[in-house]
């Protein structure tokens, strides 16, 4: 699996976007960036993913650069149930997940 | 809740002791993933089986071992415990189709707590 770079903190203002980045420059053309997050101790949650084109779904959006080397998840209007650490993960698919170390976002009222 | 369950949520037993942690996975889901979380080593993947199967093994222990049954549930059988076992311990579960690629649904994890 190809590495990822995150920053490992960040804060947020409730009710602005969050954005995450993600540097994955050594990313295979079939490997899925794939984010999770993991709320305190709870089990890591999946939020989104993609191979090439930006996504959007209901917790957050994806964009992907050009050159696929890095990332940024977006979410749109983070609420303070948004604290957690958050794994950005390159993935072939239906096999092992290599978490890092993450970013812990703390948003702040 | 995303559909995968573990039993027991706390486990608190002494050191050389051998436990069972259970999972039951998402309905349809074939393939379960063990996963260890401790607070010096972050979230590392134990093993993964598939449809009753083996499929993958990560870092996984001689004393550590998995099976899953043909109702699709998995156990993680740990056995002469050390104080470094303590940790969470998290099952996933992911359906294998055509699509390229799955995700992974977690359970809420098994506290398991070595004395």
């Known amino acids: 699996d190809a590495k990822t770079t995150q920053p490992p903190s960040m804060d947020c203002a409730e009710g602005r976007a969050a954005n995450l980045p993600c540097n994955h420059s050594t990313i295979s053309g079939n490997e899925y960036v794939y984010w999770y997050r993991q709320i305190h101790s709870q089990g890591p949650q999946y939020i989104i993913h993609g191979l090439k084109n930006n996504e959007t779904n209901e917790m957050a959006s994806l964009i992907i650069t050009e050159d696929r080397k890095s990332s940024t998840l977006i979410l749109p209007h983070a609420t303070l149930r948004d604290t957690a650490v958050y794994y950005c993960i390159a993935y072939f698919g239906n096999e092992k997940l290599t978490f890092g170390t993450g970013t812990r976002l703390t948003i702040i009222p | 809740d995303s559909g995968v369950t573990q039993t027991p949520k706390h486990l608190i037993t002494a050191t050389g002791q051998r436990v069972t942690l259970r999972c039951s996975p998402r309905?349809?889901?074939?393939?379960v993933y063990w996963y260890q979380q401790s607070l010096d080593q972050g979230l590392q993947f134990l093993i993964q089986y598939y449809n009753g199967e083996e499929r993958a093994k990560g870092n996984i222990l001689e004393r550590f071992s998995a099976q899953q049954f043909p109702d699709l549930h998995s156990e993680l059988n740990l056995s002469s415990l050390e104080l470094g076992d303590s940790a969470l311990y998290f099952c996933a579960s992911s359906t294998l189709g055509r699509r390229a690629a799955v995700e992974q649904f977690f359970g809420p994890g098994t506290r398991l707590t070595v004395l």
């Open positions: 309905s349809g889901d074939l393939s």
